[in-house]
């Protein structure tokens, strides 16, 4: 009999298999896909590390949880800052003076924030009924048109005016020149990719990939004292109150015949003629000096049956759907549901990883730590 079967091997999985197994208890993992790691996952391509399920960069200001992670892999310096490409042109993301620089020839904040405060004021006065129309009210016509609106089409599949207002409450913009994406105290990846992590995280547990819940679930059930869960929640209760919404993505990876295909990790393609929103090239994260480089193409899609779960759409029908499902999983003493997929929650990777060693903690007790 196990302690604790643990279903899926993603952050939530591991971090909770590594933690009971240090405790000396009895735990097992199964896994869905072919490999352990969840959306963490890479593919090693020309000796490159291939982020499979979309660009991965650890972020935190949870020194803590930054010294977790780092007791298992060394997290290299990589700073996350994006590029996009718009009519022709290259400019820095997040929207900082660099940007102003190359959209205006401003020089000082204040020469900036008088050229945004001149062309937000086209609509001064009125409430913005659609997302074009926040957006400039925001940080006015040139960014809203050089670097937002053909992205956010592409994106959403549909006009900025015919998109409401709220997509948009608050965009980053930084009045220095900083192009460093996320504004967290530590920031990295870690050196040998994350399969490092996840493969330090399960030393020494019993893993079965290939292996779905689903197929033989009694069995399972009856292998242990308490089931993890971090499936979807849906799909636990045989969609009862009806399938979640998910945002996709479709990916497609090439490898290149070049040691450079676009100098950055990330560039968004801004322009409508593109049919992808942005490319990865993988190399850039680990600061890689193979002779030739591996690029992502990443494609807004819907989500249809038997996709990946992406992004959960935490809308107010989803989120109606979810509270039924989650009230059920209260009832369910044997079982924790947790993760992205089983609390159907945008968790990055550094609150995934708090979750876990929470719940954890309060399942053993802090006497047992
Ligand atoms: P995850 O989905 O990783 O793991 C769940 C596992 O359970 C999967 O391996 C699945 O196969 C398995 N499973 C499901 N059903 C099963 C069944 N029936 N039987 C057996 N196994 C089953 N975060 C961040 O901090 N920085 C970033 O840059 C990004 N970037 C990013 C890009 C994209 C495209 C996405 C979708 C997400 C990110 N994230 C991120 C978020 C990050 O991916 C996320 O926080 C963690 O991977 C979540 O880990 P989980 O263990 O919760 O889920």
Redesign the pocket.
Same mark, same amino acid.
Do not use: C, W
């Given at each position: 009999m196990y302690d604790y079967l643990i279903?899926?091997?993603?952050?939530?999985?591991?971090?909770f298999a590594h933690e009971a197994h240090k405790l000396g208890k009895k735990v097992k993992v199964?896994?869905?896909?072919e490999h352990? =790691?969840?959306?963490? @996952?890479c593919e090693q391509i020309e000796g490159i590390n291939v982020?499979k399920?979309? !660009?991965?960069?650890?972020? %935190?200001s949870d020194k803590a949880i930054w010294e977790y992670v780092n007791s298992f892999v060394e997290f290299n310096r990589y700073t996350?800052s994006p590029m996009a490409l718009s009519k022709g042109k290259i400019y820095n993301l997040p929207f900082n003076m660099n940007t102003f620089n190359q959209l205006w020839g401003t020089i000082t904040p204040q020469e900036a924030k008088a050229k945004i405060s001149q062309q937000s004021a086209e609509l001064s006065g009125k409430e913005p009924t659609n997302l074009e129309e926040q957006a400039i009210s925001l940080i006015g016509r040139d960014i809203y048109e050089t670097l937002i609106k053909e992205y956010t089409e592409k994106q959403w599949g549909r006009k900025c005016k015919d998109l409401p207002a709220f997509i948009i409450r608050r965009l980053p913009v930084r009045f220095s020149y900083d192009n460093n994406y996320f504004n967290d105290t530590y920031q990295g990846i870690p050196v040998g990719g994350y399969n490092k992590l996840i493969n330090a995280l399960l030393e020494g547990i019993e893993i079965e990939t290939s292996? &779905? +819940?689903? &197929?033989e679930r009694e069995a399972w059930d009856a292998l242990a004292e308490k089931i993890i869960? %971090?499936?979807?929640i849906d799909?636990f209760f045989d969609y009862k109150f009806g399938a979640l919404d998910y945002r996709s993505?479709r990916f497609e990876t090439e490898v290149i015949d070049s040691d450079n295909y676009q100098g950055n990790a990330v560039v968004n393609y801004i322009d409508k003629k593109y049919d992808f929103t942005r490319i990865i090239e993988h190399k850039f994260f680990e600061f890689g000096t193979q002779a030739k480089t591996v690029i992502t193409r990443?494609y807004p899609k819907e989500y249809a049956k038997g996709d990946?779960? @992406? +992004?959960p759409v935490n809308d107010d029908k989803n989120m109606k759907i979810y509270k039924q499902y989650y009230e059920l999983s209260k009832l369910k003493e044997n079982i924790i549901f947790? =993760?992205?997929? !089983?609390?159907y929650k @945008? @968790? &990055?990777?550094?609150?995934?990883i708090k979750s !876990?060693l929470h719940t954890f903690k309060s399942q053993v007790g802090a006497g047992d730590e």
């Open positions: 279903v899926g091997s993603g952050l939530y999985g591991s971090i199964i896994e869905k896909r352990v =790691g969840g959306n963490v @996952y982020h399920y979309g !660009a991965h960069i650890f972020h %935190t996350n292996v &779905d +819940y689903f &197929d869960y %971090t499936g979807p799909r993505l990443e990946e779960y @992406y +992004y947790g =993760g992205r997929l !089983a609390e @945008y @968790y &990055d990777m550094h609150q995934v !876990a």
